[in-house]
């Protein structure tokens, strides 16, 4: 496997996850994982977590009452050993885990149990659940502050982001933001989050220590639809995937303000961002690939071809 920094992409149907190498934008590795693998992280073991669940793939204009029975059996997190090219096991996690946040020493992982309004607090050496904090209907972002000390996690139903304090493994308040919040990206220095907001067409802009909406962001377009969030690595930058809008926006975190956009492909969701801040890819759906969009130039510069459904994005070394 090339080393440098490499890309993983979990694609959702297909049951897999892609291995990119940046230096080549070429798949590497399609490791086999589980059912609807979705959000991920990589731990500072240097193994990934990948959110499995054995419930059926609804959404908009589905009759649920025509699906089938959730396969419990197939929940968990999956803990990746990407040089080996396969999982090493699945930790327990509750019931539909969609997306999880890691504790910075990598011992515990805070996962959003969609069907549950819940989030399970999992001790990841001892493959035990030793917590549980009810939130709000459908929840789905999970994420961790830079410094460490509190997991957000978003409410996709109620349109509310609840702050779980990671040491105490407590609820710590939560707040108010703009309709159906689907992930949260936070500065370097933890002062500040966005949460990006599917039916608001909009950002929510936290102060990220008092837990406060201080300020809201609206994108242009009818589809504009906020999905997938990155910061740059120098903060300057808010990178957001607009779903059925089919753009990638880029906002200037001193002002608030979209500064450009690019057109990526079809309903882009999951993205991630290179370590040097130069190129970003977005995970694109129902085209089963991958747009790298060179910063410099605002441009689609190469598209890759993963596996089926691709959700989540995310870079590590």
């Known amino acids: 496997m090339p080393s440098g920094p490499r890309l993983y992409i979990t694609n959702e149907i297909s049951g897999d996850l892609s291995v990119i190498d940046l230096a080549t934008n070429t798949v590497t590795a399609t490791i086999p994982l589980g059912k609807r693998p979705r ?47 396969k999982v090493l096991r699945v930790l327990t996690s509750g019931t539909d ?29 001892r493959n035990e659940i030793v917590g549980t904090v009810p939130v ?49 990206a936070f500065l370097p220095d933890s002062s500040r989050a966005y949460v990006a907001c599917e039916n608001g067409g909009s950002i ?29 690595p120098d903060g300057r930058f808010l990178y957001v995937t607009t779903g059925r809008g089919r753009m990638l926006v880029a906002i200037d975190t001193s002002t608030n303000a979209v500064v450009w956009s690019v057109e990526v492909g079809e309903r882009p969701w999951g993205v991630a961002i290179s370590p040097d801040g130069g190129t970003l890819y977005t995970a694109n759906g129902p085209s089963n690939d991958v747009s ?26």
């Open 39 to 85: 959000g991920l992280q990589v731990g500072p073991d240097g193994l990934v977590y990948v959110a499995l669940s054995g419930s059926p793939i609804g959404g908009p204009n589905v009759d649920e009452s025509t699906l089938p029975p959730p396969d419990r059996s197939a929940d968990g997190i999956g803990v990746v050993d990407v040089a080996a090219g």
């Open 136 to 184: 709000g209907g459908e929840p789905e972002g999970a994420d961790t502050r830079p410094d460490g000390k509190v997991v957000y996690i978003t409410s996709e139903e109620d349109s509310e982001v609840f702050v779980i304090d990671v040491e105490t493994k407590r609820l710590v308040t939560k707040f108010a933001v703009d309709p159906r919040p689907r992930s949260t």
């Open 204 to 232: 929510s802009v936290v102060d990220a220590m008092k837990h406060e909406v201080i300020g809201t962001i609206r994108l242009e377009g009818e589809n504009a639809r906020p999905m997938g969030e990155v910061v740059s």
């Open 292 to 317: 790298v969009v060179d910063v410099a130039t605002r441009s689609v510069t190469a598209r890759i071809p993963v596996g089926v459904r691709p959700w989540g994005a995310l870079v590590a070394r």
């Open 97 to 125: 885990p969609e997306k999880l946040a890691l504790s910075l020493d990598g011992s515990l992982a805070f996962v959003a149990n969609e069907d549950a309004a819940l989030t399970s607090i999992i001790d990841i050496a």
